[in-house]
């Protein structure tokens, strides 16, 4: 078995873990947090209070507001794989209140199991940010996206693009290295986090500080080929270090800077 916890001073409605392989039983149990599970591997048994043991599978999400008395623990002679985000339920509500004149399917009611394939998805990504060493305001935009798939009823109807989209987009192309937080790029639009965010994912695809990301990397590019060294581009364009750079830039080149320079310089 292995497992890792996340949790950042900077974010501290926000918990979350991953169990690999876990054989690991536990009592029944109170969380002073909203918890979202969800299985990647396996199977494992839900108890809820005195009511019969539910059965879950591999996709399965399972979402248990705060102080529900509960127990999972994987099937009889089985082990699982699982994740576990756990939010603080004043922070959810305050995101549920930014939204609720614009967005009125928001929720947030009793226990639920979501077979829910795009829901799994969510939260296996928004982990994969959260364990990473990307910066804070990756971390907190993306905690602000699942929360909305979270909060969100139904999905909306496609809509024409807002006119401050835009104007937001020029905003992060041209000042692609500052560290823009969730709340200031929506002021700048007049909007609500909560709206903002799932207008912005909408229209694009990413959240904000993803498309922001992007703009670093094909700004990298550009610094590279024009002979600015490596560790000299990571820190002008804002990165927390080299090796967050190297990361970022294998990920949507397919190659480390290095590499990129050197297959240049073979074809030149």
């Known amino acids: 078995m292995s497992q890792h ?9 926000a918990e979350s ?11 029944p149990h109170t969380h002073p947090t909203l918890s979202v599970g969800a299985v990647d591997q396996g199977h494992s048994r839900l108890t809820l209070g005195d ?12 979402v248990i507001p705060a102080q529900r008395l509960h127990a999972c ?8 794989s699982y994740q576990m985000l756990y939010l603080d339920e004043a ?15 928001l929720r947030l009611g009793g ?9 799994h998805r969510a939260l296996v990504a928004l982990n994969a940010v959260l364990f990473s060493p990307t910066a804070i305001e990756e971390k907190e935009g993306a905690l602000i996206d699942f929360a909305s798939v979270l909060l969100l009823e139904t999905e909306r109807p496609a809509e024409t693009a807002p006119i401050w989209l835009e104007g937001c987009l020029g905003l992060l192309r041209e000042q692609c290295a500052q560290p823009w937080r969730v709340a200031e790029l929506a002021a700048h639009a007049g909007l609500s986090r ?20 992007d703009c670093r990397i094909n700004h990298a590019r550009t610094l590279l ?3 600015c060294g490596i560790a000299e581009t990571a820190y002008n364009l804002g990165f927390a270090d080299q090796s967050h750079f190297q990361q970022a830039f294998k990920a949507r080149v397919s190659a480390t800077p290095g590499e990129y320079l050197r297959n240049r310089k073979t074809e030149d």
């Open 91 to 105: 922070w959810l509500r305050a995101l549920q209140t930014e939204g609720l004149a614009e967005d009125p399917g």
């Open 225 to 227: 080929r024009q002979g």
């Open 51 to 62: 009511a019969a043991p539910l059965a879950l599978q591999a996709g399965d999400v399972v």
């Open 194 to 213: 909560y709206h903002f965010i799932r207008t912005f994912r909408t229209h694009t695809g990413m959240t904000p500080h993803a498309f922001q990301l």
């Open 73 to 80: 623990n994987p099937a009889p002679d089985e082990a699982w």
């Open 111 to 119: 226990p639920t199991l979501r077979r829910s394939p795009a829901c």
């Open 17 to 27: 873990r991953r169990a690999q392989h876990s054989r690991a039983c536990y009592r």
């Open 5 to 13: 916890f996340w949790s950042d001073p900077a974010l501290p409605f």
